[in-house]
């Protein structure tokens, strides 16, 4: 199982930006996937972006020119840049493809 711990969430103001982080019990380029969901209040979990061990990354059309998601050896990271209220919601790190689920860090966006 991979333990991961997200951090960075926070009260932001419409256009302002956030960066997100997950730390990995592995280094991340061992991991066949790691990426970000978000659950805005009363919604389900939705994906926001995925980068898979080769490098490449895909990434949900609504944050598409403004979120960007990175890593390092042990850590992945979500930029988060022109931020809406819409963006507001708990930003849960996963890796495997699912398996592994982080506890979530808030981030919430004013108008």
């Known amino acids: 199982q991979v333990q991961l711990a997200e951090s960075g969430g926070g009260l932001v103001q419409a256009g302002g930006s956030l960066r997100l982080s997950c730390a990995a019990s592995?280094?991340?380029?061992?991991?066949?996937?790691m990426g970000w969901y978000r659950r805005a209040p009363g919604k389900q979990r939705d994906f926001v972006a995925r980068i898979i061990s080769g490098g490449s990354t895909v990434y949900a059309d609504s944050v598409k020119g403004r979120f960007t998601i990175s890593r390092d050896k042990n850590t992945v990271y979500l930029q988060m840049n022109g931020l809406t209220p819409e963006d507001t919601g708990v930003y849960y790190c996963?890796?495997?493809?699912?398996?592994?689920w982080g506890q979530g860090t808030q981030v919430t966006v004013s108008s």
């Open positions: 996963t890796a495997r493809w699912g398996t592994d």
């Open positions: 592995e280094t991340t380029v061992s991991i066949s996937a």
